[in-house]
Structures are given as C-alpha cells and as structure tokens.
C-alpha cells in the first residue's frame, strides 16, 4: 500500500540533536518542516530512573552488522526514537581545539575539515548562551577562545576532590568540565540535582537534551514529528541532480511519498550513508566514492579505583565533574601514538550496567564480588579517557547483502583503529593509572577498549572528489541534499562532539536560510 | 493483570514463557555461582520475562553487545554448552558440583572455553553476559541500591516498568 503525503518546505530525516536544532531554526524563519524519526515517540515521561530501563532509549532498529577490531558498538552509541542519540547523551561539551580543523596541514597526516576553529567559534559561542553550558573558562586553560560560560561550573563531590589530588600531585591540571546540564535555573529550565540519571534520559530538563529545547522550539513553530516512520529511499529528479524528497515506510506497512523542496538527512553517522547508499545504484551524491568512508570512535580509556576515603561515587552528573587536558594540544608530542585525549574525571556511577560499578572488574565474581560491591558503593572511584580515532578510508559503513522487512539492505560497519591511535589509548590508560596512585588509590584497574561516539562516514571538505559535502553539509552533487550530525566530522579529535554538531547545525540552518532561493 | 517483580514472579512460581525448567534450573544455579542473591531475587524469571518481550522492549544488556535478536538462541546454546563441559569435566550434573568446584569451573569459564565447550558463544562472553544480567537484577533495583547505601534519587520511580511481570 502506498500514499503520497503534502509536500513540504523541508524533510529531515531524524529528531536527534541536529535534527531537532535545524527543525526548530528552519521553522522559526518561517519553513514547513516535516521530521520522520524511525523510532517511537518518546515524552520526558518515559526518562525512567534505572540503567535497565535506559536501554529502551538505545538503538533497536535494523540490525547493523558490525566487523573489525574495534568495532563502534552502534546500539550503545546511538539512539532510538524521540530525540535520538542525543537523549541518552551526558551532556559533556567541550569545543573542538583548533589544531584539530587542520591535522593534515599541520602534520602531514589524517585530514584537514574545509573550516577553521575560528569559523565555528561564533556558533559555539551562540549555542552556548541558548543553551546554558555549565563551566569556567578561566581554569579550563586548553580551551580555545570563546565566550565565557553562562552559567558557573557544576559542584565538586568528593570523587573529584580525592582524584584531583592525584594531577596536582604528578604536577597536571584540572578544571570544571563543561557541560550543558544547569548548575542553576537557567531561561526556564531547572538546576541538575547531581543523581547521575543521565544515561536514562533527563526528564527534569536540566541537561539539554532535545525534548528539552530544540523540538518544543520546533515543534511551536509549526514543525511535524512523524514517528515509525523509516526512510528508506530519497528521491531525485530524473537529473539525479536534485533532491524531490523522501520515502519512507510507517509502522502499519504503508510507503509514503513525502515531496520536499530540501531534504536533510540527520538519521546519524551510521544511517545517513545506509540511506545514500540504498538510493542509488553506486550511492547518492557518491561522486567522491566515501559516503560511508572515515568512520571513527574515540577509544574509551577507562581507568577505576577504589580507595580509603569515602567517595560518594553516586554523586554528580554521568559524564563527570572535572576536566585535564593536558595531553590535548600537539598532537604530534605524546610519548606514545598520535593524537589527542582528555580526562572526564569523576564519573557519577550506579551499579550496574556496562558503566556501573559492578561491571568495571568482570573477573570478580562470588563472595569476592558480593564484598566489592559493597566496598565499591561508598569508595569507587572512576575516569574516562576521550581518545583520538585517526580517520581511515578502510573504515566504512557499506551495504549489507542481508535486507530489512521494507527490502532496503541492511548497514555493514568495519572498524579497525589506527595503530598510533591504540598506541596513545595504552598510553593514556597508563597514565591514567599512575594518576590514580598518586591520588593514593589502594586499587588501580583499567577496562577494556570501549568505542564511544560515533563520527565520519559522510565527511565534509572542500573538494567534491575527496569528501561528500561542503563545511554546511551540503553534498556536492545535490545542492538541495543536506546532511547533518557528527557524520560530518574529518576527525574526530579528542572531545565529545555534540557540542560541536549543534554548532555546526546551527551554521548550516542560517546558510540554507540564507540561500533559499538558490538552493530550492 | 497483576504486577510481579522478578523475585515475587519466582516465589509464585510463574510458568516460563521463553526458558524451559532445565534453562532456567541451570541460569539460576550458575548466575547465583557467579553474583551471589541472584537466584534468590529472581534470575531466571528476569531473563526469561526480557526473552518473551519483543525486542525493542527486551533490556537484556545483551542488546548491547553486538549480537543480534532474537537472543533466546544465545541462552540455550551457551547453557547446553555449560551443562557438557560441566558433565565432561566433573561427571556430574551442574547441580552436583561442590562450592569449590564451582569456583574452578568459573575461573576456567572466564578466560576460555572449558573443554566440550563447543556450539555455542565462547564461554568467556557467556560468563560476562549472564553476570552482568545478575547484577542488573540482584543490584540494579530500588531495595537494592538501598542495602548498598547509595541513595537512588530518581526522578521517575521505575517500580512501574522493567521489574515488573505481567
């Protein structure tokens, strides 16, 4: 059964962080915006306090099948419904360094993006005011020049005081780690009350997750959420030149045309290409031959203690208090490996689940664990390194030979990372160690290669040959195709990238404001 | 409809819907082996309630691992997989085993396929799965983040949901 739905100003194709910024800055100037989010619909009522019940945010679409070394764990990285990804995400926004926009230029390796820092800088510096990021840039000495932060950092608890001493004591610093989680009440939106739900979703709205902003904004102005409703084909012209709009498939089985003037796809760094690549034969706007290409991951370096002190490990916000970054700039200057990573220090944790306490040593088990977990709840200690993933072409999503119940093949990712990159996350884990002990820990222990973040796969440059969109994600061969998320990112550097993909989303919404006419 | 928590669905002795008595007789022994209180608090219920939901409802951590649903294949293979090299070992039914044979078996299970281990995933990933499923049910609740002294502070209570068995 088919139909065909009204045409519309714009289609974007998934409600997650950058969907849901475009959706509400294209409607307020004035544009018909249709979202078709693949998931179900999801309220700040279904953001239940429990790690189990957080799973359900996670994605359980299509099946993505996942091969190489370090594959990028796409149902734990990614969303699933209301909000996607970025409704489960922790809230941790630091900006991009500017070393990292040209790598290549700098050091003869990985890529350059076709933008600088400095051309971002008024975009993070807006976001940050409509959102309300937690920080102080004055400690935060790595932080590339910016707008102070509208709001004061977030509380020290004492996991951060007894970690802390353990930089200051190997002569490193810290400082508040910003997040975009209210110290206080902030246009509206409460103060954080420091329980550690973020990873079940935040339904007081004190972490900006986009039920807390963007799509109320949207959504006010007139934009229309679909849900259950999966793109599966975007449609052109008989040029191939121009974009006309989007099938997809609803819940009940039926295939609607959705007409649009532009199309945006935001369905992450995973789907977009999926969805290019299903929508014609060698791929949609695939002049380059990388959609899918440049996958990346930050390599997670997690390093756990226990200690004498009491902790109040439960404390605080999921992505943590305190910030080093130290091991940033430079990236040529590690002891070990390429690149660039950060501490997020002091992670408020629970339990159980793959971040829980109870998780960090699997060879515990019996009365030994009974007595951890015990011991853990009131004296655990934790941190995380965000570690560089160099892109690498071989590194891609490609279609699978297996389909989906709607016949569109399924998404095939390999990942493998780069040897300098595992190089500079065993480097960091032993840093991370040595830190621990000299913050007096009586137990030290690292967890194994996690991926965190998902990046690449439809990367943006300036040559149409050797990238798929221009710094608006605009796909070089289809002025009207516009893509949007992390998936647009060169390389990764070594800081969580939601921070960085609403900033890049709010820039690409005032150039497609700007360019209406021209592009449609 | 009546809702249960996973120890009351066990204290009521509800039927099993996706795991057969054996299934569950052995997830409950070895995960109670494993994280001590599992069983007490409803092990096999937990994992037998999360096989019969479908998938975008199942919370089983094992969604995050890579493997793909249905999941049911995963518990039954590895179980199978356990009871053999168990009997291949010990000449004994898992149930038999003392204490400390137990603990040998599992410090074997963790690092390697025990031998006899075959057909199924490999035994040290079972180990993880099957222990992280224990904690979640015998730590990640309400009553006990309480006997743990860390205050739950949730926004949105979760008694109505994942614990519950219809």
């Known amino acids: ?520 | 409809m009546v809702n249960l928590t996973p120890a009351q669905a066990k204290e009521r002795k509800i039927p099993f819907q996706a795991l057969n008595k054996d299934q569950a007789a052995l997830i409950d022994h070895l995960g109670d082996a494993i994280v001590p209180g599992a069983k007490k608090v409803g092990l096999s219920h937990y994992i037998d309630h999360q096989l019969s939901a479908k998938h975008a409802d199942n919370l089983l951590i094992l969604r995050y691992l890579r493997v793909n649903p249905p999941f049911d294949g995963f518990y039954a293979s590895s179980l199978t997989a356990f009871e053999r090299a168990v009997t291949r070992k010990y000449n004994k039914n898992p149930s038999e085993l003392t204490e400390s044979e137990m603990t040998d078996f599992i410090t074997i299970m963790m690092q390697k396929n025990p031998e006899g281990w075959n057909d199924a995933p490999p035994a040290p990933f079972f180990y993880f799965v099957l222990r992280s499923d224990a904690i979640d049910v015998t730590y990640g609740t309400m009553a006990a983040f309480d006997s743990l002294d860390i205050p739950y502070m949730a926004h949105i209570d979760p008694t109505q949901t994942w614990e519950n068995i219809p």
């Open chain 1, 1 to 520: 059964m088919s139909a065909f739905a009204e045409k519309t100003d714009v289609v974007i194709v998934g409600s997650g962080a950058a969907g849901s910024l475009m959706a509400a800055k294209l409607s307020k100037a004035g544009k018909k915006v249709i979202i078709l989010e693949a998931g179900p619909e999801r309220t700040l009522n279904d953001l239940i306090s429990s790690q189990i019940n957080a799973r359900r945010l996670k994605w359980s679409g299509e099946p993505v099948q996942e091969k190489g070394a370090q594959p990028i764990g796409n149902v734990f990285n990614s969303g699933y419904g209301t909000g996607g990804s970025a409704l489960h995400h922790y809230g941790v926004w630091p900006r991009l360094h500017t070393e990292d926009f040209n790598v290549k230029s700098l050091h003869g390796r990985s890529l350059d993006w076709p933008i600088t820092y400095d051309d971002l800088r008024p975009y993070y510096d807006k976001i940050q005011q409509e959102v309300g990021i937690s920080g102080d840039k004055a400690s935060e000495i790595w932080r590339p020049e910016g707008d102070d932060y509208p709001l004061p950092p977030v509380p020290i608890f004492q996991q951060s005081e007894i970690i802390a001493k353990g930089f200051k004591n190997l002569g490193k610093r810290t400082s508040p780690l910003p997040l975009a989680l209210n110290s206080r009440d902030y246009k509206g939106r409460p103060g954080c009350l420091w329980d550690g739900w973020c990873d079940a979703g935040c339904p007081t709205k004190a972490l900006v997750n986009p039920l807390a902003l963007y799509l109320p904004e949207a959504k006010k102005m007139g934009a229309r959420v679909i849900h259950d409703a999966t793109a599966t084909r975007i449609l052109t012209d008989n040029s191939g030149k121009k974009a006309v709009g989007v099938k997809y498939h609803t819940k009940e089985g039926i295939e609607v045309t959705q007409m649009a003037d532009l199309v945006i796809l935001a369905a992450f760094a995973v789907q977009n290409p999926r969805l290019l690549l299903n929508s014609a034969d060698g791929g949609l706007a695939n002049r380059s031959g990388l959609v899918g290409s440049y996958i990346m991951s930050h390599a997670a370096a997690t390093v756990f203690g226990l200690f004498d002190q009491e902790t109040e490990p439960y404390m605080g916000a999921t992505g943590g208090q305190l910030l080093n970054q130290d091991s940033y700039d430079h990236k040529d200057q590690r002891d070990s490996g390429f690149g660039s990573y950060q501490w997020m220090i002091a992670q408020a944790v629970k339990p159980n689940d793959l971040l829980g306490f109870g998780g960090s040593n699997p060879a515990l088990f019996g009365k030994k664990l009974t007595e951890f977990m015990k011991r853990a709840a009131q004296h655990f200690g934790g941190m995380t390194g965000c570690v560089e993933d160099l892109p690498l072409r071989e590194n891609r999503v490609t279609l699978s030979a297996d389909k989906d119940k709607f016949g569109m093949a399924l998404a095939s990712v390999a990942h493998t990372a780069h040897a300098d990159s595992l190089a500079l996350w065993q480097a960091a884990k032993a840093e991370g160690v040595e830190i621990f002990k000299a913050a007096d820990a009586v137990q030290v222990w690292n967890g194994p290669l996690g991926p965190m973040h998902i990046m690449g796969g439809t990367i943006m440059g300036d040559d149409g040959e050797k990238s798929v969109t221009n710094s608006y994600g605009q796909c070089h061969d289809i002025d009207n195709l516009f893509i949007a998320g992390s998936g647009l990112f060169p390389t990764s550097g070594g800081v969580n990238p939601t921070f960085t993909v609403h900033a890049l989303s709010l820039r690409s919404s005032e150039y497609i404001v700007k360019n209406w006419s021209s592009l449609t």
